[in-house]
């Protein structure tokens, strides 16, 4: 069973609605990350969060350590928002990742 | 500000050849990680230097890999010989502070071993 599991695998959405990608995990965490991987290839944090709720714009991530689980919801969908996001916690230094949920937003 | 730089961006070769993949962390973040994406696995580390020492080499996937951190600027992840099992995104990443600092990418390296 893997460390880190992510649903929905793929995700399409029609421009405008609100998204939402779940992440649970099974170690011990000091921080769980949310990064963005556009089709480009390149890998960006969005989150770093160890308790509570964080708002940036139009993302929001949440989490639970008692229930080991994480969101990240997007409000009013964009096409640009079209892109893989991975969940990965710190249980040491180190990052363990989800496989990722791409989401595709149509206009 | 510089992010981390990784180079090449993209490699192809055959098998047998040795690679070389480098990268140069964002200048006063002393952890670095060497990352590797495929299709079939993911994301998996490789290998993460704290303070040019390596920590957790757990991720190395034999002896064919070695990775260097000479000095707090530099690193090197190095294939000898590639296989074509090795082809895949090689991400270099680096950080400031303990574990509760976010992680800097690179754009990675795409390696394809003919």
Request: proline fraction near 6%; aromatic fraction near 8%; charge should be positive.
């Amino acid at each position: 069973k893997n460390e880190v599991e992510q649903s929905p695998q793929n995700l399409t959405a029609q421009e405008g609605e609100f998204i939402t990608i779940n992440c649970s995990y099974s170690v011990g965490i000091s921080a769980l990350h949310w990064l963005q991987q556009h089709p480009g290839g390149g890998i960006v944090s969005l989150f770093m969060l160890s308790s509570g709720k964080k708002k940036h714009g139009r993302l929001i991530a949440t989490i639970n350590i008692q229930e080991k689980h994480s969101s990240l919801h997007i409000t009013a969908s964009h096409p640009r928002d079209s892109a893989v996001y991975i969940c990965a916690v710190s249980p040491r230094g180190n990052l363990i990742f989800g496989k990722g949920t791409k989401l595709s937003v149509k206009p | 500000d510089a992010g981390v730089i990784q180079s090449p961006r993209h490699e192809v070769t055959e098998m047998g050849q040795e690679v070389t993949l480098r990268c140069k962390p964002i200048s006063g973040h002393n952890s670095l990680f060497w990352y590797r994406q495929t299709m079939m696995r993911g994301l998996e580390l490789l290998i993460y230097f704290n303070n040019n020492v390596p920590i957790d080499d757990s991720g190395m996937p034999e002896d064919r890999f070695s990775a260097k951190m000479p000095n707090a600027s530099f690193s090197t992840l190095k294939i000898q010989p590639s296989e074509p099992r090795d082809s895949a995104v090689y991400f270099c990443a680096s950080r400031t502070g303990t574990g509760n600092q976010p992680q800097h990418f690179g754009d990675g390296t795409r390696l394809s071993i003919l």
